[in-house]
């Protein structure tokens, strides 16, 4: 069974923390690993990894993905209240006895509050 | 305007009642997808499909079914509800998942209670 972990699964930082989520996964068929972010509504796409070691980056958000140790990190770094959301881990891979690469997997989630 | 757009948006239904959830995308997108949404369990996929009259299982299909007749339309059926289906349900879509396209848009989300 595909597995995917997020820790810590809740962290509170005051404005300009830098912060750091984690994401393990166990999944056969890997295709990529996916972060979303949800604040009260729907979530919102971040960023897709495919490639061991090749950083994404958007503006003051970062992720990275290690294949081979399976995990990968999201990192904020100069907070802000409106990163005040919960941050969801997906990877995606291929269904038992399937052929498509459809099938996506979510953590619990990480509920990052930062604080004025 | 680009939307995925989700039919009801609340409902309160009873134990065995037949009910439709529609979703209904305006970009064109081959991939669309089911999920539930529980306190502490995060999201997990209920169904999701390649194309049209292509779906498969997710991991928690029971209880659901689909169909994709359009490829705009992806309705998720509950032929006899009950209570441990009460709980947020979104539908995504997004490009061609063989292109790496799973920036998927989700819809606003339809909150069902079943009792």
């Known amino acids: 069974e595909d597995k995917v972990v997020q820790s810590p699964l809740s962290l509170v930082v005051h404005e300009g923390d830098t912060v750091t989520l984690n994401c393990s996964y166990e999944?056969?068929?890997?295709?990529?690993l996916l972060w979303y972010k949800q604040e009260k509504k729907a979530p919102t796409f971040l960023f897709m990894l495919?490639?061991?070691?090749i950083e994404k980056k958007s503006g003051r958000l970062s992720s990275i993905l290690d294949k081979k140790e399976l995990f990968s990190i999201l990192n904020i770094t100069a907070t802000q209240t409106g990163d005040s959301a919960v941050y969801l881990c997906?990877?995606?891979?291929?269904?038992?006895?399937?052929?498509?690469?459809?099938?996506?997997?979510f953590g619990q989630g990480t509920i990052l509050t930062v604080h004025p | 305007e680009a939307q995925v757009t989700q039919n009801p948006r609340y409902l309160i239904t009873v134990t065995g009642k037949k009910l439709t959830v529609t979703c209904s995308q305006n970009?064109?997108?081959?991939?669309m997808s089911w999920y539930r949404q529980d306190p502490g369990l995060g999201l997990r996929q209920i169904y999701y499909?390649?194309?049209?009259?292509?779906?498969d299982k997710g991991d928690v299909p029971e209880g659901y079914k689909v169909s994709r007749k359009e490829k705009r339309n992806f309705p998720l059926i509950l032929e006899s509800p009950s209570p441990n289906q009460t709980s947020l349900y979104f539908c995504?879509?997004?490009?061609?998942?063989?292109?790496?396209?799973?920036?998927?848009?989700f819809g606003p989300g339809t909150r069902l209670t079943v009792t």
């Open positions: 495919t490639s061991s070691g």
């Open positions: 499909s390649m194309n049209v009259e292509v779906t």
């Open positions: 999944v056969t068929n890997f295709r990529s």
């Open positions: 970009m064109n997108h081959e991939y």
């Open positions: 995504a879509s997004s490009f061609a998942v063989g292109q790496g396209g799973y920036e998927q848009y």
């Open positions: 997906a990877v995606a891979g291929r269904s038992a006895g399937g052929t498509s690469y459809g099938k996506l997997t």
